[in-house]
């Protein structure tokens, strides 16, 4: 019995060396600074990029930049503006602003648990980390939205000069000759977005036995998981947003214009990157988390209310009977055959929504971690 116990100690010590070893060999960055981020419970897929190592420095170095107006080249917007803290980093417009004025054509993203995502944007499949994310709010001009393009020189310039970064910079990329560049500046930001993190929402808690639903949402949620409302086939995975199979981006059908394709000339999703109409009006699963914080919803902002969103997917579709965009988006050939509609009564519906906002974590829109760290030091 005492040479099976010490067999079985030994057994177990070879698994949990495998299994850490394993961790660390499918983390391209190798840092055990990192895992302070996210749970030990968590199973989801992490994705990372190699290039760029997380530090504690350089999430402080990237939480001071993510807030600094200086970023934008007339210093009127920082990252923070479309995504603050207390709209679970969105900014709760339809669509978003950029420095010069000119209007995003989507709603801005909430940026949190981006490190469980492999698809970051709302119509580009290529896309799978903050890091190259990030060149787009930089150097995008069409629409302008901090506009770096072409000016790279003179915001680079504004943040050298500042006496707080002459030392972060260095604690970030100690033994580097010239720290201040475009390449750190986005490996910094990109670094604290992904010490965003947000599971301690009330479902979070029912999942690991610290606190009960109530009633409604425990309907609500039977509702979200059944096979008549199939809600967890495209919402499924740790943010609610991975659906089954490969295709990760849909036509819901939101839209059936008389423009080319049918469908609003100024996005058409998917098919602006791949150029085949059968990606017309196909987007990103939109994240399920904090939705109490992150209205209006859909690419584009167009559904005020839950309820609104709802009505979409019970009638199978979106009918507009006026306006610039009017048509019966049922009828686009691209819309997913997911989309069929179904029924719920009024409590069934007020059930599912008051599931949908136990998904909310109240924690992320506080997190001082998170916070506008020149709030507290005033000197720069």
């Not at 530090?55 to 479309?82: H, P, W």
């Not at 029924?343 to 971690?369: E, G, H, M, W, Y």
Request: charged content about 20%; proline content about 4%.
């Amino acid at each position: 019995m005492q040479k099976k116990g010490i067999l079985l100690i030994l057994s177990y010590a070879i698994i949990v060396s495998i299994i850490s070893c394993w961790r660390q060999k499918n983390f391209p960055e190798k840092s055990n600074e990192f895992f302070e981020y996210i749970p030990s419970n968590i199973s989801d897929s992490i994705y990372l990029f190699e290039g760029n190592q997380l530090t504690k420095e350089k999430v402080k170095l990237g939480r001071y930049l993510f807030y600094d107006r200086r970023l934008s080249i007339n210093n009127t917007k920082a990252c923070a503006t479309c995504h603050a803290q207390e709209f679970s980093f969105t900014d709760n417009y339809k669509r978003s602003i950029g420095a010069l004025g000119d209007l995003h054509r989507r709603n801005a993203k909430p940026l949190i648990n981006l490190v469980f995502e492999k698809y970051l944007t709302s119509a580009d499949s290529t896309i799978h980390f903050p890091e190259q994310q990030i060149n787009g709010p930089m150097f995008n001009i069409l629409p302008i939205e901090m506009g770096w393009k072409g000016n790279e020189k003179t915001i680079l310039e504004k943040i050298k000069h500042v006496e707080l970064y002459q030392k972060l910079f260095k604690e970030s990329f100690p033994g580097v000759k010239e720290p201040f560049t475009v390449n750190n500046i986005q490996q910094a930001i990109s670094s604290f977005i992904k010490s965003i993190i947000s599971l301690s929402s009330p479902y979070d808690k029912f999942l690991n036995r610290k606190e009960a639903l109530d009633e409604s949402q425990i309907r609500g949620k039977i509702l979200f998981f059944s096979n008549q409302l199939a809600c967890a086939t495209c919402h499924g995975g740790i943010n609610f947003n991975k659906a089954s199979g490969e295709m990760q981006y849909f036509n819901t059908g939101l839209y059936y214009t008389t423009d080319e394709y049918h469908y609003p000339e100024g996005d058409k999703g998917l098919y602006e990157l791949t150029k085949n109409p059968d990606d017309v009006g196909k987007f990103k699963v939109p994240t399920l988390r904090n939705l109490a914080y992150t209205a209006p919803y859909y690419h584009d902002g167009s559904a005020a209310t839950l309820e609104d969103v709802l009505k979409v997917y019970e009638n199978g579709g979106r009918v507009i009977p006026q306006g610039i965009n009017n048509g019966d988006g049922r009828h686009h050939s691209n819309k997913s055959k997911i989309i069929n509609g179904f029924k719920l009564n009024s409590q069934q519906r007020i059930d599912l929504i008051n599931f949908l906002f136990s998904l909310t974590d109240s924690s992320v829109i506080s997190n001082p971690a998170y916070s506008n760290p020149f709030l507290q030091d005033e000197t720069h």
